[in-house]
């Protein structure tokens, strides 16, 4: 018994420990589509380097908006500028044209905020792409799913699937569950190969 709560205990502390590292120092960063696609929450300005360089990154997608300030939207103007700061000096140090993109976006994407990430998705020149919000939890999910979804015909339940270790279940429910504005829409969420029945059809904002 005393060696089942020994491993147990281990277990744990190597859950904590990784938590610690992949929160903390690896900012959440994780691959979304193999060289193509990644995610993140805001990663510090002088440690961003290393993320774009080692993975070629050509498109950083921005979506914190200063204009809303909550819990879940605790991003600042000075976010989006240090960062700018941050891509423009490493441009210039290895001579690269990243680009960094701004799409203010509340935790549920709207018509708006759907055609200026198509826009970017839809050529091929712009990736790899890392797509970012602040915490790397909501909004970076959500558009990272919807890529899957519109650009590598995944099924809804996959992409939502991938948002959460554990979705609901157990008496927990995550943002992502059914009956939550993020989970719900992810769930009905139509590509636009739907024509007249594609989500962005169906919006009106």
Known sequence: MKTFFKRLGMLFLLAVVYYVWHV???????????DKVYKSALIDPDKIEGFLINNKIKTVINLLDPGVQDRLNPAKQINITQEDEAINAINKKHNLNIQHINIPSGQVPTKKTLLAFYKILDDKVNYPVLIHCYHGTGRAQIYSQIYRIEYENWSNADARAKTRVVVEGFGYRSSFSDGKVKGDFLM???????KENSTINLLSK
Do not use: G, T, V
Not at 24 to 34: L, P
């Open 24 to 34: 903390h120092f690896n900012f959440r960063f994780e691959e979304i589509s193999k």
């Open 188 to 194: 009905n969420y139509k590509p636009r190969s739907a």
